[in-house]
């Protein structure tokens, strides 16, 4: 992870700054590091109930926000207020109905699984943080992660764009035949029309 984040800062900021930057978030985590170990703790997560001096250092080129990311779930500041609010002033876990949740993050998870009258439903772009729902933009895409993930039995419903002969953008219209693109996808996986 930390080789994928150098390379990325390499491409984009040539070898010298990339280096330099990661020198910097080196130095500034295991100093963090030593004064946990070392010093009385002041801070507490409640996200995960970790304490200790102060949290990670965020460090980006050009940018830097000390004392923000939990060692213990790697929350920032503005999930651990999200929680607090969520938990004390919204009291989530009396809540009843259906929640829909926008790119989850992690460090909420507990907050959510203990609201146990709500129904919820995790959306995100990345299917690596436990979502229930898979939102993928290009439509071809979905479609294919939809039949790849359908088992034998299962029914996967095609919504929305049956009728239509485009998909509209903001800057132009995609010639569109939601029928034509199933039958091409489902060909590519080896299944065969048998009409
Ligand atoms: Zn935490």
Same mark, same amino acid.
């Given at each position: 992870?930390?080789?994928?984040?150098?390379?990325?800062?390499?491409?984009?900021?040539?070898?010298?700054?990339?280096?330099?930057?990661?020198?910097?978030?080196?130095?500034?985590?295991?100093?963090?590091?030593?004064?946990?170990?070392?010093?009385?703790?002041?801070?507490?997560?409640?996200?995960?109930?970790?304490?200790? *001096?102060? @949290?990670?250092?965020? =460090? #980006?080129? $050009?940018?830097?926000?000390?004392?923000? +990311?939990? &060692?213990?779930?790697?929350?920032?500041?503005?999930?651990?207020?999200?929680?607090?609010?969520?938990?004390?002033?919204?009291?989530?876990?009396?809540?009843?109905?259906?929640?829909?949740?926008?790119?989850?993050?992690?460090?909420?998870?507990?907050?959510?699984?203990?609201?146990?009258?709500? *129904?919820? @439903?995790?959306?995100? =772009? #990345?299917? $690596?943080?436990?979502?229930?729902?898979? +939102?993928? &933009?290009?439509?071809?895409?979905?479609?294919?992660?939809?039949?790849?993930?359908?088992?034998?039995?299962?029914?996967?419903?095609?919504?929305?764009?049956?009728?239509?002969?485009?998909?509209?953008?903001?800057?132009?219209?995609?010639?569109?035949?939601?029928?034509?693109?199933?039958?091409?996808?489902?060909?590519?996986?080896?299944?065969?029309?048998?009409?």
């Amino acid at each position: 992870m930390i080789l994928s984040w150098f390379r990325r800062n390499q491409r984009e900021f040539g070898f010298i700054r990339a280096a330099w930057l990661l020198w910097r978030v080196s130095w500034r985590r295991a100093r963090v590091v030593a004064s946990n170990r070392l010093l009385p703790a002041r801070c507490e997560c409640p996200c995960c109930g970790w304490r200790g *001096r102060r @949290f990670f250092d965020y =460090i #980006e080129m $050009g940018y830097t926000a000390r004392n923000i +990311a939990c &060692p213990g779930c790697d929350s920032h500041s503005r999930h651990r207020a999200l929680f607090l609010w969520l938990k004390n002033s919204y009291r989530l876990a009396a809540r009843t109905g259906v929640a829909l949740i926008l790119a989850p993050e992690r460090a909420l998870a507990p907050l959510w699984s203990g609201a146990k009258q709500l *129904r919820s @439903f995790k959306i995100d =772009i #990345e299917a $690596g943080r436990g979502v229930d729902v898979l +939102a993928i &933009p290009d439509r071809r895409a979905a479609i294919g992660a939809a039949f790849e993930r359908a088992a034998p039995g299962d029914l996967v419903l095609l919504a929305g764009k049956g009728h239509e002969p485009t998909i509209l953008y903001a800057d132009h219209a995609l010639p569109w035949d939601e029928a034509a693109v199933a039958r091409e996808t489902l060909s590519a996986m080896g299944w065969v029309d048998s009409r």
